[in-house]
């Protein structure tokens, strides 16, 4: 079966960091691309980065580009999001995506085939 697991989600000060991870089973990342997206409340899903581990190549939202990094752990089959400088708009709750391609003619996938339940991440003093 497969899943998709997010964790480390909380309350974070603006200017701080957080590591969310994307734990997958039932399937192994090398032969599928995950993405991040979030959605914050009364927002749309926005894709927010993505890996493509076989090319070597990632994607970056351009309001998180610099300050969030996405990496990959075979060995563990997670893909990770380190997330510094964080602002009260990153408040959203964070999605973990798998798929064959997670990034499609200029834009990341939004159609990706598996989905994680999320987690949420808070920005505030």
């Known amino acids: 079966q497969v899943q998709l697991v997010e964790s480390g989600g909380g309350l974070v000060q603006p200017g701080g960091s957080l590591r969310l991870s994307c734990a997958a089973s039932?399937?192994?990342?090398?032969?599928?691309?995950i993405g991040w997206f979030r959605q914050a409340p009364g927002k749309e899903r926005e894709g927010v980065s993505c890996i493509q581990n076989s090319i070597g190549s990632t994607y970056y939202a351009d309001s998180v580009e610099g300050r969030f990094t996405i990496s990959q752990d075979n060995a563990k089959n997670t893909v990770y999001l380190q997330m510094n400088s964080l602002k009260p708009e990153d408040t959203a709750v964070y999605y973990c995506?798998?798929?064959?391609?997670?990034?499609?003619?200029?834009?990341?996938?939004?159609?990706?085939?598996?989905w994680g339940k999320g987690t949420l991440v808070t920005v505030s003093s």
């Open positions: 995506a798998a798929d064959r391609h997670c990034y499609v003619d200029g834009n990341m996938n939004d159609g990706m085939d598996y």
């Open positions: 039932g399937f192994t990342l090398d032969y599928y691309e």
